[in-house]
């Protein structure tokens, strides 16, 4: 990835990923990408896990090439009936973004 590409996605990354939470609300940026916003990182990592409970489906989405937002509906994740349990949000640049409260606990 050229430093171009690589100053293109830091800069517009997390805006689709917002768009896709309110898409699919409520949902929540799971696992080690919530854990890493939890204790103040910010990187971008090639997967984002994001559960949600809109539908039963999974979905990947495309952000960058090589970058994806995995979205799993919370009750196939879990096994169980969907709930799901968004701890707080975290602010990252002009974006606020929900995760699970997996977590903070």
């Known amino acids: 990835m050229q430093a171009d590409d690589v100053a293109s996605l830091r800069a517009n990354y997390w805006t689709p990923v917002a768009a896709a939470l309110e898409r699919y609300a409520p949902a929540a940026i799971d696992r080690l ?3 890493r916003l939890y204790t103040g990182n910010e990187s ?3 997967q984002l896990d994001v ?5 039963r489906s999974e979905w990947r989405l495309s952000v960058f090439p090589g970058y994806d937002i995995i ?6 994740a ?11 949000e975290h602010q990252v640049g002009r974006t606020t973004v929900p995760f699970t409260d997996q977590c903070s606990k």
């Open 33 to 35: 990408t919530a854990l």
């Open 44 to 46: 971008i990592r090639p």
């Open 51 to 55: 559960r949600h409970t809109a539908s």
């Open 71 to 76: 979205l799993r509906a919370a009750d196939k």
């Open 78 to 88: 879990e096994g169980k009936a969907a709930a799901l349990s968004i701890g707080r």
